[in-house]
């Protein structure tokens, strides 16, 4: 039997890494964001920060993290 | 002890959240945003014959009441599949089971603005549902089957859009595989063996151009997405690093659609994907927990100030 054709037409990537690297980055529990250490200013403001750039960002988990 | 008027329900590394706290700080308001990856950090304790709930984060204390919570964001998955797996530790799947239902149980503050409430994005996240309502309210939806059964009248020449009837993600060693929207032939489809799962068939429609379109209560932000200005084959999101997203002026009755439809499953956001082709606006789907920091990024579209605005106002 061969594969289900999803399973067939499924996109495959390598499993990406779980966590982002945040190394010059702390996140404030009273804030409720993460901050550059650099420059003390919310790192989605950071025009270096790789931020959300597309609905899937970079991993295809459905758009509520719902394979996660 | 700090009274908190808006509750977010996140993930340490969801990026999105932080937009909506820095809005919230900016404008003073009283907010606490808790990360369902850093429970053991949190010491929590609710008084149900009180009816509030003390949260503590290393030495700030929080008090959520009722009387004075006016929103929650809740940006947590409703359908959380992996909890029994055998990859997870004891530990693991005893966290995870039981946090879930936990932030699930916040549904107890009843009468706040939620984005969204979980049991409306329950309902919300049915494919099929969505179809028959976008319909009810007036959208065009592409001709639709849902089957397992490979044998069925298409015609073998035509293209067709075969899609999952949920989020398909599945892992295999080292690899993930996540099924996007495809174009298959009629041909192909129907050698294939469908039997294990269900599939969503759809007509395809082409030429289209992709539309996004963003609905926080009664506000509306459309984008087109477009290669080179031209509309995408097939699903964008294989594309998704060489697309551009452009504000897009829909027609006021599609602007009223998006809305009804999405205060139809009881939401106050909605992201919903309409494709457009030869004066027709189709619907594709919504999404309920849709992302949408991409557009603020991309479009200049301010959806964060939006929600917080709403967020802000309550019921």
New interface residues.
């Given amino acids: 039997m061969s594969y289900h054709l999803l399973i067939k037409k499924a996109y495959k990537y390598p499993l990406p890494k779980q966590v982002p690297n945040m190394d010059g980055c702390y996140y404030d529990h009273k804030k409720g964001y993460w901050i550059s250490k650099t420059n003390n200013l919310p790192v989605i403001l950071d025009k270096n920060f790789i931020k959300p750039r597309t609905k899937k960002e970079d991993r295809e988990t459905g758009e509520d993290q719902k394979g996660e | 002890m700090n009274d908190v008027e808006h509750l977010?329900v996140s993930?340490?590394?969801?990026?999105?959240?932080?937009?909506i706290?820095?809005e919230?700080?900016r404008r003073g308001q009283k907010?606490?945003?808790i990360n369902r990856d850093r429970f053991s950090?949190y010491c929590i304790f609710i008084d149900l014959c009180k009816g509030i709930m003390n949260i503590c984060?290393?030495n700030?204390e929080y008090q959520v009441k009722e009387s004075f919570l006016k929103s929650i964001y809740f940006?947590?998955?409703?359908?959380?599949?992996?909890s029994y797996n055998h990859s997870l530790s004891l530990a693991e799947q005893l966290y995870r089971s039981q946090w879930s239902s936990f932030i699930r149980n916040l549904i107890y503050f009843e009468d706040i603005l939620w984005m969204n409430n979980p049991v409306s994005?329950y309902k919300a996240e049915n494919k099929i549902l969505q179809l028959k309502y976008a319909s009810q309210i007036g959208f065009e939806i592409p001709q639709t089957f849902i089957t397992n059964e490979a044998k069925i009248p298409i015609k073998a020449e035509s293209n067709y859009i075969?899609k999952?009837l949920?989020?398909?993600?599945?892992?295999k060693d080292?690899?993930?595989?996540?099924?996007?929207s495809?174009i298959?032939k009629g041909s192909e489809?129907r050698e294939?063996?469908?039997?294990?799962?269900p599939?969503i068939l759809q007509e395809y429609i082409y030429p289209k151009i992709d539309l996004?379109v963003t609905v926080i209560g009664e506000k509306v932000h459309a984008v087109k997405i477009v290669k080179n200005n031209e509309g995408i084959e097939g699903d964008w999101?294989?594309h998704?690093?060489d697309v551009q997203f452009i504000p897009y002026d829909l027609p006021k009755t599609i602007i009223n659609r998006s809305i009804e439809l999405v205060k139809k499953f009881n939401l106050s956001f909605g992201?919903i994907d309409l494709v457009y082709c030869k004066g027709n606006y189709y619907f594709i789907e919504i999404?309920?927990?849709?992302?949408?920091?991409?557009l603020v990024?991309?479009a200049n579209q301010r959806i964060d100030i939006d929600i917080v605005d709403m967020l802000t106002r309550g019921v």
């Fill in positions: 977010i993930n340490s590394f969801d990026f999105t959240s932080d937009y706290c820095y919230l700080q907010y606490l945003r950090d984060i290393g700030n940006r947590a998955p409703v359908f959380l599949r992996d994005t075969v999952s949920d989020t398909a993600l599945f892992r080292e690899t993930e595989l996540f099924v996007f495809n298959v489809i294939s063996n469908l039997m294990e799962a599939i996004r999101r294989k998704k690093d992201a999404n309920p927990t849709g992302e949408w920091a991409w990024e991309n």
